[in-house]
Nanobody
Framework: QVQLQESGGGLVQPGGSLRLSCVAS????????MGWYRQAPGKQRELVAV??????NYADSVKGRFTISRDNAKNAAYLQMNSLQPEDTAMYYC?????????????WGQGTQVTVSS
C-alpha cells in the first residue's frame, strides 16, 4: 500500500559527500516523522536523523556533518552527508510514519548502501 524508495548511496572516499533521497508513494494521507537509520554488518540498526514538521534530531556521531530535510509536496526526505568517514559505512534505511485511510503505521525502505573507503 505504501512504498519507500531510497537512492543516492555509493562508494566515496573519506571526506567526501553523498546525498540520499527517500520518496514515499502509495495510499498516503499524510506523513508525520521521517527518518534515516543505518546498520553496519554485525551491528544493530541505529537512528541517524529524524525530521518532523520543522524540528530535527541527530545522532551524536553525525551531528554537524549530516543534514536531514524533507519536501512534503514530493513525500520525500533527504540526507546530505558531508565529511564522510569509514565508520559511516552501512546500509542506510528510510523510515516514514504514514497516515493512510485506515491507520498510522511505520514503513521502511529497502535500503541503500553507503561505503566510505580509500
Amino acid at each position: 500500500q505504501v512504498q519507500l524508495q531510497e537512492s543516492g548511496g555509493g562508494l566515496v572516499q573519506p571526506g567526501g559527500s553523498l546525498r540520499l533521497s527517500c520518496v514515499a508513494s502509495g495510499n498516503i494521507f499524510s506523513i508525520n516523522n521521517m527518518g534515516w537509520y543505518r546498520q553496519a554488518p554485525g551491528k544493530q540498526r541505529e537512528l541517524v536523523a529524524v525530521i518532523a514538521a520543522h524540528s530535527t534530531n541527530y545522532a551524536d556521531s553525525v551531528k554537524g556533518r549530516f543534514t536531514i530535510s524533507r519536501d512534503n509536496a514530493k513525500n520525500a526526505a533527504y540526507l546530505q552527508m558531508n565529511s564522510l568517514q569509514p565508520e559511516d559505512t552501512a546500509m542506510y534505511y528510510c523510515r516514514a510514519d504514514v497516515y493512510t485511510a485506515t491507520d498510522l503505521r511505520g514503513y521502511w525502505g529497502q535500503g541503500t548502501q553507503v561505503t566510505v573507503s580509500s
